[in-house]
């Protein structure tokens, strides 16, 4: 009875990722039609407007990236407040959180360096595009290298509206930071300021839900112009690509969090995903773990886990803890810079580490939100989205996919790190926890 529920679950996941998602499968699969006939009879005017098309949508994108990071931070912080309680509570989570959110991104790059996936990728972008990239990145890299003192003194910006004017992701992020975390220290007289950063949130994540629409021509487009360019050949790449997320994904669900728990607590790893399992089922099939945070709490709470811990510890882990989000960045990126060429130093490396655990942890708990904030880390390589349109269109090609198995992981791990504090604080029902029977359904 309970194989048989639990495969209805899988059914219902993943009924529910075609219906929501169905427009962007569609537009994938019209983009191969259209790439393989224009592969063989070439068409300059529609391959521009194809061009075009897959231009606005990056630069959409992109767009959005600034409100979306600066907004996040600091309805996340804030949050936590300075009640005693919930401060040792937050300091507790932060930890958690990092410590498994390192491990993704260790892992991520480890894999992406070991199975290349990028390198298949690399004859189909055109070698004066990629002289291009490699002597950006060069630069970019050269400056940095040549004056680290000064580096880490540009994360500080002298003029914080200057750096929002320019787009210095790590200066705006540095500053924002410092003003979220004083918002937090001087109690209720914040409210306006983070009542109107919480319009803003609201806003950018309706426009990204805009976005998120205009993906199935954006993405259409794209695949369209990347197949009738390189002929099926590109999913062999593409293939390579997904398959190392998907190795990535699975030994941070089934090696790095039961190695978590039974270090930080004594939650059971298999009894914590059968008692989440509607939650997680759900997550793979919206690829959104802010929709999925409701039936997330209510599995928890439900289940055994308290509401003072749940409902504290969720709602911060659905906008701030994404190292599903981290990994599929880190992998990307390297992907992009194999792809391209460009020499991948020790320095470079952990840049983009450390670059994708902060862009992670600002990406909106929504559907296409991890490739959104790829821009910031593209940023301070000295890149832009548009350099890299080639890439790209390998990356939106399968995102759907990608996207359904990075927010399982996400908010498997929300449940994870909800659990051992659950457990440190004892704020769980053993008996309830440990005895599947006894559930409550969810309704």
Same mark, same amino acid.
């Not at 912080?77 to 919930?86: E, R, Y």
């Not at 021509?217 to 999913?235: D, E, N, W, Y």
């Not at 940023?379 to 350099?387: K, T």
């Given at each position: ?101 390192? !491990? %993704? ?8 360096? #070991?199975?290349?996936?990028? /390198?298949? *990728? $690399?004859?189909?972008? &055109? ?33 914080? !509206? %200057? ?8 200066? #705006?992020?540095?500053?924002? /930071?410092? *003003? $979220?975390?004083?918002? &937090? ?259």
């Amino acid at each position: 009875m309970k194989d048989s529920k639990i495969q209805m679950q899988i059914l219902i996941a993943l009924g529910l990722g075609i219906k929501r998602n169905w427009p962007i499968f569609f537009g994938i699969l019209a983009g191969i039609f259209v790439g393989i006939f224009l592969h063989t009879h070439p068409s300059e005017v529609i391959s521009s407007l194809l061009t075009f098309i897959g231009q606005i949508f990056i630069r959409l994108i992109q767009m959005i990236v600034i409100p979306l990071v600066v907004s996040a931070i600091i309805i996340g912080i804030t949050s936590i407040g300075d009640n005693k309680q919930l401060e040792k509570f937050g300091k507790k989570m932060i930890i958690y959180y990092g410590i498994i959110t390192t !491990a %993704a991104v260790a892992i991520g790059t480890a894999l992406a360096l #070991i199975f290349q996936p990028g /390198l298949g *990728a $690399a004859r189909y972008i &055109a070698e004066n595009t990629a002289s291009e990239v490699q002597a950006s990145v060069a630069t970019a890299m050269s400056q940095q290298q040549g004056h680290l003192l000064s580096m880490f003194l540009d994360f500080i910006p002298s003029n914080p !509206a %200057a750096a929002l004017a320019s787009g210095n992701m790590v200066a #705006i992020i540095v500053f924002v /930071l410092i *003003a $979220a975390i004083a918002l &937090a220290k001087v109690g209720d007289v914040n409210r306006p300021i983070v009542s109107f950063f919480e319009s803003v949130f609201a806003a950018t994540m309706k426009i990204t839900d805009w976005i998120m629409v205009l993906a199935a021509p954006g993405v259409f487009a794209l695949t369209a112009s990347a197949v009738s360019s390189f002929g099926m050949h590109i999913f062999a790449s593409i293939g390579k690509y997904v398959l190392v997320l998907a190795i990535g994904f699975i030994i941070q669900m089934f090696v790095v969090y039961p190695i978590f728990l039974k270090c930080f607590s004594k939650v059971s790893i298999w009894m914590l995903y059968s008692a989440v399992a509607e939650a997680l089922m759900v997550a793979f099939g919206t690829a959104s773990s802010s929709a999925t945070l409701p039936l997330t709490i209510a599995c928890c709470e439900k289940r055994g886990i308290s509401h003072k811990i749940s409902s504290f510890v969720l709602p911060l882990g659905a906008t701030l803890n994404m190292d599903g989000t981290a990994m599929l960045q880190v992998v990307a990126v390297i992907f992009l810079a194999q792809a391209y060429g460009v020499p991948l130093s020790a320095f470079l490396l952990i840049q983009i580490a450390v670059l994708a655990m902060i862009a992670s942890s600002t990406s909106a708990g929504i559907s296409g939100a991890g490739l959104i904030t790829l821009a910031l880390i593209l940023n301070c390589m000295g890149l832009s989205p548009e350099q890299l349109v080639a890439g790209f269109a390998f990356l939106f090609t399968i995102e759907r996919v990608t996207d359904m198995m990075r927010t399982l992981v996400n908010v498997a791990s929300d449940t994870v790190v909800v659990a051992a504090i659950a457990d440190n604080e004892n704020e769980i029902n053993y008996d309830l926890f440990n005895n599947p029977e006894a559930y409550e359904e969810i309704a």
